[in-house]
């Protein structure tokens, strides 16, 4: 029988499966340790240019694959990276754990190691890793950090309800997937290509491999749940994720801190002492230098740093010859790759643009803001932060170079 989520109980036999689980990087729980240490090795030995949207580049995909614990074997003539749940789950991890980040200051952007942070990284001991992983995977582990679907713009994820949903539903004899009409295509939509990687790379799910065939990603015959997969999930639903104010205090605190977890799983693995550390957020101080593209329209603007992004909003606006008569928001990737936004201040969503100072947004020179105005007629600035000058003494916003005539805000009144 299936189980579901309000029926789930941490049990006696859960304990004592955890009581006596070693947390190893060659023997596991799974394969993370190993897998996580040769994605982060491959970054590290290479400038890695990464696509546009910050993605990994197709040529990367085979060799990352070759050299994971166990490698995927698949019959695409061009795989995405999309194709290998593995990987793509990894890529996330690497970059909601803050232990990389994209540099765009370029003409292309790289993705790079924070060396900060891996020197952190590099003194956890495995218990340790694999605990923080874990808290990056269900915390931190937005889907549109990897290019995949948004849900609701929440600070959680649902990746955790989502992979126990989908864990709850394996039968004990296991979960037959080829054959089983429409089983594959499922698995991409619920719990997601990247949770089921992640599931077997944890060590969670036990994964039976189906032959490849041509066009075909990867292929399985049958899923299974581990004994350490039930009493973990088992565990962190008890303790944690079963109890909505939990997620709610993260909701309001507006972040998961690193740690969160630490305190329920510690009893079962003392070794977790301690955890992944990032440095703050600073605010930057001096002029921004913004272009302003519209099409083939530019403008350079200079604003003060300690001016609100509505005020920024209003630079822009005045710039083209726009009214200021309808709502807008700022988009941009945050440090981890994942989407963020600052709103007009009269949507429910926050924060609002009145809120939030220029020099606080968490971009970095050479980074591109999408800038929309007007959610029926759609118009979408691209907003480049190409310098900050200590030495360009300004009040209010500035243009101080244009490129092209304004449009029509109404052409068609």
Known sequence: MPWFAS???????????????????????????????????YVKERDLRVTGKHQLPLKSLPEINARLAHPLEHGLQRPQQRSFPHIHGLYLLVRASGLTHVDESGSKPFLLID?????????????????????????????????????PPFVIPENFQRSLSFFAGIPEEGMQIAGAKYAEERLRYYPEWHNLGLLDLFGLIDVQPAPPEP???????RIHRTRFGDALLALLHTEFFGDFENIIELEDRGEALFGVL???LRPYFPEWE????????VSRAGTHVFKVSLGSLWRRIAIPADRTMSTLASAILNAVEFDHDHLYEFSYRNRFGAMERVNH???DEGPGADEVFVGEVPIHVGQTMTYVFDFGDWWEFDVT?????????????????A?????EQYPMW
């Open 385 to 401: 932060l190409e310098k900050v000058d200590a030495d360009l003494d300004v009040d209010e916003p500035v243009i101080v170079e």
């Open 403 to 407: 490129h092209g005539e304004p449009p």
């Open 274 to 281: 301690d955890t992944l550390s990032l440095p703050g957020q």
């Open 7 to 41: 029926e789930i109980e941490f049990l006696p036999r859960h304990e004592q499966i955890l009581g006596v689980t070693t947390i190893d990087r060659e023997s596991g729980p799974g394969t993370i340790l190993h897998d996580f240490d040769v994605m982060l090795e």
């Open 262 to 264: 630490q305190p329920i």
């Open 215 to 221: 066009g075909e990603s990867w292929r399985i015959e």
């Open 345 to 347: 201040p009269y949507m």
């Open 115 to 151: 060396d900060e942070v891996y020197q952190v990284w590099q003194s956890l001991n495995p218990t340790e890793r694999y605990g923080t992983l874990l808290e990056v995977w269900f915390l931190r582990g937005h889907a549109d950090i990897i290019g995949d679907r948004s849900w």
